[in-house]
């Protein structure tokens, strides 16, 4: 294939542990580690990718700077959940037009605050499972939880069979519409970094019933990656 051609429109910003979403057939790369979030959108047509960057506005219900959050579009909504520093469990939604935020008014009880988690989106739905949550003990989490966005609600869901252990940055997936697949991870070993060398990575696969909520673990052909996932 031929290489497109990349107009490139000052980039000059690091982006790690960002949010990603696709909006109006453009790519938009979500970065809350700076004090002004930016916004770096990506459009990609036959024969050029164009990058430019954009400011996501602030305001006082701007959420605080993180990263190793959660980032997705559903209900015609951005959703952005999670993230390091200053641990919240608050939803923000980003307005598509003017790109400013507000809070998600949910009702009733919201997952424990957490970071590097898996999330995926599910009939009008955004999954979570998993995570990171940064502390002393090293906490990990293999819980779920299903956000009902037009409801406002979540929901923890008790689930049975063979469950994933603990672990943050793993891959989820649904597939034909009723099956959660659980990819990757990984989870620190005596250590205050996710990056140390003392990390033990998840290859295992595994499948959700998303009807009768039974995980069952996958028997895998071949060699599998023990590099674990940036999901």
């Known amino acids: 294939h031929d290489m497109c051609n990349i107009n490139l429109s000052n980039p000059n910003f690091e982006f790690w542990q960002h949010g990603s979403f696709v909006l ?3 790519i938009h790369l979500l970065n809350i580690d700076h004090n002004i979030p930016l916004n770096l959108v990506i459009s990609v047509s036959e024969d050029q990718i164009e990058i430019q960057n954009r400011c996501v506005l602030s305001q006082k219900s701007t959420p605080s700077i993180r990263n190793g959050f959660s980032c997705c579009i559903c209900c015609g909504k951005i959703l952005v959940y999670g993230g390091r520093r200053n ?5 923000y939604v980003i307005d598509p037009v003017d790109l400013s935020w507000h809070p998600l ?3 009733g009880k919201s997952p424990p605050p957490r970071w590097c988690h898996s999330w995926t989106v599910w009939n009008d739905k955004m999954i979570v499972w998993g995570g ?3 502390n002393v003990t090293q906490e990990f989490y293999n819980d779920l939880w299903i956000l009902d966005v037009k409801n406002k609600t979540w929901s923890e869901i008790q689930v049975f069979g063979d469950i994933p252990v603990p672990c943050c940055q793993a ?14 991870g990984a989870f620190a070993v005596n250590t205050v970094s996710i990056f140390d060398t003392r990390v033990v990575d998840c290859t295992d696969i595994y499948v ?3 009807e009768l ?10 060699l599998v990656s023990s ?3 940036c999901a």
């Open 105 to 107: 008014e949910i009702s």
């Open 87 to 91: 641990l919240e469990g608050k939803v």
């Open 227 to 229: 590099v674990h996932s």
């Open 24 to 26: 109006n057939n453009k």
């Open 208 to 210: 959700l019933d998303l």
């Open 132 to 134: 990171w949550k940064m």
């Open 171 to 184: 891959s989820i997936w649904v597939a034909k519409n009723r099956y959660l697949v659980k990819y990757g």
């Open 213 to 222: 909520m039974v995980w069952v673990k996958a028997k895998s052909v071949g």
